[in-house]
């Protein structure tokens, strides 16, 4: 499954900048189906937390319409000047993308409510509760949420490592939220590091 998504230049580049710079890219499997995801929907503007060096970028720019817009946060100048290396190697047009360099949390609340197809989250594990209320609303009826690394909150053993971390922890709870909540279709994607979606549903009459 792993190996099925193959990865051209560009993002095997991405990746290996991001590999040397420690920003933790998405895995191939993963960056499929992101790119699955925002196609299915016909994407034109996503919002990405987490910029890193492009990888899950150029996944989700080859997977939104053609003149769809990416917005990605990152705390982080210098990985976000990698990125844009990256996204100019694999061919996206500068007008793109829009980067924004801050904290999450800070960033997230200027952007304009329900104007959203989707939202990947990647950066600050124990910030994924805040990044899903954000996510509700950014996000247009029918967009979708997801989350990377949902299978960190599966211990793989019994023993001291399964201890969770407040990371775990923040994951478990982004799990629960989403599958308690009525507003939302979840579906967790056993891909790559593991991604949990969530659809926002129409909550117009007669649904
Ligand atoms: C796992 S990496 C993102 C990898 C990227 N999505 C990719 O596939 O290449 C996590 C990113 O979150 C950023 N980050 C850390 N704390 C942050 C914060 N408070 N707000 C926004 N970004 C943050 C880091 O600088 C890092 O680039």
């Excluded at 991405?14 to 016909?42: N, Q």
Aim: charged share 25%.
């Amino acid at each position: 499954m792993e190996q099925y998504a193959a990865e051209d230049d560009p993002l095997a580049t991405a990746r290996e900048v991001g590999r040397r710079a420690d920003s933790a890219p998405i895995s191939a499997a993963g960056g499929a189906a992101l790119r699955f995801l925002a196609a299915a929907i016909g994407a034109r503007s996503v919002v990405e937390i987490g910029t890193g060096c492009g990888s899950s970028g150029i996944w989700l720019l080859r997977g939104m319409r053609p003149d769809a817009i990416l917005t990605s946060v990152d705390i982080d100048p210098e990985y976000q000047e990698l990125a844009r290396d990256a996204y100019r190697r694999a061919g996206f047009a500068a007008n793109r993308t829009r980067l924004i360099q801050g904290r999450a949390l800070d960033v997230l609340p200027r952007l304009t409510d329900g104007a959203y197809d989707l939202v990947f989250a990647d950066a600050v594990k124990t910030e994924y509760p805040d990044y899903l209320t954000e996510a509700l609303r950014l996000l247009r009826p029918g967009g979708i949420a997801v989350f990377n690394n949902a299978l960190d909150a599966a211990p793989l053993s019994d023993g001291p490592l399964s201890v969770p971390g407040p990371g775990t922890a923040a994951i478990r709870e982004v799990g629960r939220l989403v599958r308690e909540d009525d507003r939302l279709v979840p579906l967790l994607l056993p891909v790559g590091e593991g991604l949990l979606a969530a659809i926002r549903e129409d909550a117009s009459p007669g649904r």
